[in-house]
């Protein structure tokens, strides 16, 4: 048995870590946005002086760069292996996580540089409409999807074109900022059921997927502050609806952290922190609408969670890489 074990390891060393190197490693930029977004509104509420968000923006922007050369290098080296995850019924679903980087990106970057705001923005609204065109012709021509395949990450591609608006808005292009918002929001609705129908009357997520379950927090966070953008900040019934609706799902989230919190660590823990970090956000904005001293320590209190997340999530992940538990073949 150990000989065995021996010669696995043995093999796996042997293997070109570059071609495993997955897609789903952009969460992380997702992740480093959304904490960037939130400190950014956190120095403004807690009145702090420190430009803690811009900091984060390099830091997030010099990630974005380094996973990106990696990718692009597999793309070169391993074409075949690029195409297979654009292909894969599951990884297809994290591959918009790239445009959505640059669209988080061109936010982040807003407020520095608005020329290269507007380039992000600009290459991210194309990839990104690209992408969900892709994913969603796939769906509906599909010959290799299952039950099993779905899981929350499918609002990733479609439902994330809720994220334009809140750059696109400022860069003054509106009317293509409700065409994105229109799809996204159109979209979450549908695939709420489809996913909801999925967890209700058929077998649970596995293991590896459980953390996309925070993924249902994302839609109406997102969906909450892009609308505010597009109708002038007017905190209406509609905005009502989808930020309470958001904090919902952070409630049903955070009743089940004690088993989120037993598993074992894999990149889709990711999905944890972009979902908490437009939350914080989210309820910042909502703090600061309507006044509410509660809203105003809860996003506080997010804020510091979300930081926590952060970190937790970065150690862990690169004690994965030094265990060479990450960019591995994977067993489908």
């Known amino acids: 048995m150990t000989a065995q074990k021996t010669t696995q390891a043995m093999e796996q060393e042997q293997q070109p870590r570059l071609k495993f190197f997955p897609v789903s490693f952009f969460a992380m930029v997702m992740g480093l946005s959304g904490l960037t977004l939130a400190w950014h509104k956190g120095e403004h509420a807690l009145g702090i002086s420190f430009p803690i968000g811009h900091v984060l923006a390099a830091f997030t922007l010099a990630v974005f760069v380094v996973l990106g050369a990696f990718y692009l290098m597999k793309f070169v080296r391993y074409p075949k292996a690029v195409i297979g995850e ?56 599909h010959d290799k999807f299952q039950l099993g395949h779905l899981n929350p990450a499918w609002f990733i591609p479609a439902v994330g074109n809720v994220i334009a608006p809140i750059a696109g808005v400022e860069l003054g292009y509106v009317e293509i900022s409700w065409f994105f918002f229109a799809v ?96 914080t956000i989210a309820t910042f904005v909502m703090a600061g609408k309507t006044g509410a001293p509660f809203l105003a320590s809860l996003a506080v ?18 004690q994965a890489v030094q265990a060479r538990k990450i960019c591995v073949e994977r067993k489908h």
């Open 86 to 141: 654009l292909n894969h019924p599951v990884m297809m679903a994290f591959f918009p996580a790239i445009s959505i980087s640059l669209l988080l990106l061109s936010i982040c970057m807003l407020p520095l540089h608005r020329t290269f705001s507007l380039v992000l923005w600009s290459v991210g609204v194309a990839a990104h409409l690209a992408l969900t065109l892709h994913v969603v012709r796939s769906w509906v021509h």
């Open 301 to 318: 209190v997010l804020l510091v969670l979300l930081s926590l997340l952060i970190v937790l999530l970065l150690v862990k992940t690169l």
């Open 184 to 279: 996204g929001i159109s979209f979450w609705v549908i695939l709420m059921a489809i996913v909801f129908n999925r967890m209700l009357f058929h077998d649970p997520l596995p293991t590896m997927l459980l953390p996309t379950l925070f993924i249902l927090i994302a839609p109406p966070a997102v969906g909450f502050i892009s609308y505010l953008k597009l109708n002038g900040g007017q905190l209406d019934a509609f905005a009502h609806i989808l930020y309470y609706l958001a904090l919902f799902f952070a409630m049903l989230m955070a009743i089940d952290v004690p088993r989120f919190a037993r598993l074992p660590f894999f990149l889709s823990w990711w999905a944890y922190s972009f979902p908490v970090a437009a939350m």
